[in-house]
């Protein structure tokens, strides 16, 4: 576990197949140091596919979001949940 505030239930790295554990290891070294998000939807990969794919999307620039009102749609979203991180 990267940190303690996960609250739902992840998968566990050592049981995820070889490329979900690949996917794994880009998504630590290119994306986040925390895997909370990852392992919690990896639980379901067709939804990680999902998330994942709109990821891209968003942030390869093949959206036409400016990336500065994608930042502020994110920090609004944490305060509005209360995020902890």
């Not at 992840?10 to 880009?26: G, T």
């Not at 990896?42 to 999307?57: G, I």
Request: proline share 6%; with cysteine; hydrophobic share 45%.
């Amino acid at each position: 576990m990267a940190n303690e505030h996960g609250r739902l239930p992840k998968a566990d790295p050592a049981s995820l197949d070889p490329a979900l554990r690949r996917r794994l290891e880009v998504w630590l070294a290119k994306a986040y140091r925390d895997d909370n998000l990852f392992l919690t939807l990896a639980r379901r990969p067709a939804v990680l596919d999902l998330f994942l794919s709109w990821v891209s999307f968003i942030y390869a620039g093949g959206s036409s979001l400016d990336p500065r009102m994608l930042e502020l749609c994110r920090v609004r979203l944490a305060q509005k949940n209360r995020c902890v991180h």
